[in-house]
């Protein structure tokens, strides 16, 4: 695999590793260098990049953007009882434009995700998911978006694209591939109401952090629905991640951001995951703490059970629950004990599901269905798929 925009991993870096054990993740990953070039990614199933486009963060300026604090603590850790290959591919640095950055990293991700590599992006903006978005167009499937982050982003779609409102970009532009996107631990004062009240119309997911505080099982349904996900460090609270740009006091802590990290590693469906908003001036901690999100999300896609398939999805126990006029039939796994719910094809309209689709859900959906309550999200993916 040929990609001239990218850089290798500073020398630095390589000269630490060569001290370190035998048995850190440094010394097991293969990584892009300025003598051996990038590596062979023949059995790679783990990727990651960096990308130092900032341009469009209207609240910093980081010119000398770099993920060395990251490495040097993540090649640091011991991995976890694992099997997989890992490759550190370096890093995209800014284009001539921002567009030309886009255009090299929904290259790269597409190109991965077509050889079955899960790309781990590390970016500067958060405008970024768009080109990691735009990536997957010629995959020709519908895509669900799963952003861990205080805002919606949602944005004017007339206005330029920014880390603020992409979004909105990614609902109005063509290809129209978005099927949902889930926005998960927003905050309501960084939100207009104008923007809460368009999530609902388009039907989107939204939870806010309060919710996710006190239940963070919550996530895991919708993760296992998601294809791409993108983590906005500004969800973290400040207490957490330090930096002088991130100074909400308010958000998740060390322990539910790399939960959250590792629900979307276990999800067989998540083919790419973003880390967004990274400035230079995080102390250690800060730089530690995402060292460990990216460890969690690697531990997270050890541990899938690959129940995406035809053949397992035959093992399923059914369930069909009466409400009113409809009948909702949900399905268990008897080796994990997930639940989903079946969202039915409707063959004599232009549905954006092509046939009948299992919704990941939880025990809890289940239980509210047998008490006649039909489960919001079930009700939403139907909307959607009508319109």
């Not at 963060?57 to 011991?78: K, T």
């Not at 800014?94 to 929904?106: C, P």
């Not at 590792?262 to 800060?286: C, H, L, N, Q």
Request: some cysteine.
């Amino acid at each position: 695999m040929d990609f001239e925009f990218l850089s290798p991993v500073d020398e630095v870096l390589i000269e630490e590793i060569s001290f370190q054990g035998e048995h850190t993740l440094g010394s097991q990953i293969k990584i892009h260098t300025i003598n051996s070039g990038i590596p062979n990614l023949e059995n790679i199933e783990i990727a990651i990049v960096g990308v130092t486009e900032n341009r469009l963060d209207h609240d910093q300026d980081d010119d000398f953007l770099n993920f060395n604090n990251i490495r040097r603590f993540f090649y640091n850790l011991f991995p976890g009882n694992w099997n997989l290959k890992l490759a550190d591919l370096g890093d995209i640095q800014k284009g001539e434009t921002v567009e030309d950055t886009y255009f090299a990293l929904q290259t790269l991700v597409s190109a991965l995700i077509k050889k079955r590599i899960i790309p781990v992006i590390l970016g500067g903006s958060q405008d970024l998911i768009y080109a990691q978005y735009r990536a997957y167009d010629r995959l020709e499937q519908m895509v669900n978006l799963v952003n861990i982050d205080s805002r919606f982003d949602l944005g004017d779609a007339e206005e330029p694209i920014s880390n603020r409102s992409y979004v909105g970009k990614i609902v109005v532009n063509k290809p129209y591939n978005l099927f949902n996107y889930s926005s998960v631990g927003y905050q309501t004062y960084f939100n207009s109401q104008e923007e809460i009240k368009l999530m609902e119309r388009l039907f989107f997911d939204a939870y806010r952090l309060g919710e996710i505080n006190s239940n963070i099982s919550l996530v895991e349904p919708v993760m296992r629905n998601a294809n791409l996900v993108g983590l906005d460090l500004g969800s973290i609270t400040a207490a957490a991640i330090g930096g002088t740009n991130h100074f909400s006091p308010n958000g998740f802590d060390g322990k539910e951001i790399c939960a959250l990290a590792r629900y979307a590693g276990i999800s067989d469906k998540v083919s790419s995951f973003g880390i967004y908003e990274y400035t230079s001036d995080y102390p250690k901690a800060g730089n530690m703490l995402i060292a460990q999100m990216l460890w969690y999300f690697i531990e997270g896609v050890n541990y899938r059970t690959n129940e995406n398939t035809i053949s397992a999805k035959r093992e399923f126990i059914k369930y069909q629950v009466p409400i009113d006029d409809d009948v909702l039939v949900f399905f268990k796994s008897p080796i994990s004990g997930r639940w989903w719910i079946e969202i039915p094809f409707i063959s004599n309209s232009n549905t954006k599901l092509k046939r009948h689709t299992l919704l990941p859900c939880s025990y809890e959906d289940y239980l509210e269905a047998c008490n006649q309550v039909i489960p919001e999200r079930w009700y939403k993916t139907k909307r959607k798929n009508e319109i």
